[in-house]
């Protein structure tokens, strides 16, 4: 079961996000050049055929309804910055996970991931209703740690040696979460940091 019908787009001040699909390919790959975006990432796009793969992958489990991925566009030129997407979406538990997030570093320490962020979990508890929204990254990467806690997310723990990642390494899993009944404050930290 879907929670969408439509394709939808979310739109905020500086960023839209737009459901991915073929035509963003070369933006896409353009935005995802940079080595250093990749260091913590579970997958590594390395060249335009992987890059094209990952799209093809997003827009079948879109198709399926347990991921929905955005391409990332900053409004005010309209260029393609990065990606980001709800994942392991189970609507019988009311609950999905964000992330999947990468972007140019150009506008990594702006105010893109936390407009992005806000929008999705505007989406995920307004218009979805769910219970729990789940973020999680490589216990390696600090600086993303520091931005899920930014957004006002509790950490919950750290699942040990969790997955291994594309190039082989095996990861622990730091999880956070935002619960229904926190969102509302989270919200309105969100529009004050916005």
């Known amino acids: ?3 969408w019908g439509d ?8 960023v839209r996000l737009e459901p991915i699909s073929m035509d ?3 933006e896409l790959w353009e935005a995802a050049r940079p ?10 796009v ?5 890059m094209e793969e990952m799209i093809h992958a997003a827009i079948k489990e879109r198709e399926r309804g347990t991921q929905y991925t955005f391409t990332v566009m900053d409004q005010r030129n309209n260029q393609i910055i990065g990606s980001t997407r709800f994942l392991d979406i189970l609507p019988a538990h009311n609950s999905a996970e964000i992330g999947s ?4 570093p150009d506008v990594w320490r702006t105010r893109v991931n936390t407009e ?3 929008l999705m979990l505007k989406h995920a508890f307004e218009k979805w209703n769910l219970r729990r929204v789940q973020l999680k990254t490589d216990s390696r990467n600090h600086r993303s740690q520091q931005a899920i806690a930014r957004l006002g997310a509790v950490r919950e723990g750290t699942l040990r040696k969790d997955r291994v990642i594309s190039d082989g390494y095996v990861r622990d899993t730091v999880f956070f979460s935002i619960l229904n ?3 509302t404050h989270v919200k309105n930290d969100l529009i004050e940091k916005l």
């Open 1 to 3: 079961m879907k929670l």
């Open 7 to 14: 394709l939808f787009t979310l739109q905020g001040e500086t």
């Open 24 to 26: 963003h390919l070369e």
């Open 35 to 44: 080595d250093e975006i990749w260091t913590y990432m579970a997958t590594k």
């Open 46 to 50: 390395r060249n335009k055929k992987e």
């Open 101 to 104: 997030t990468w972007y140019h």
């Open 116 to 118: 992005c962020k806000f």
């Open 181 to 183: 009944e926190e969102w």
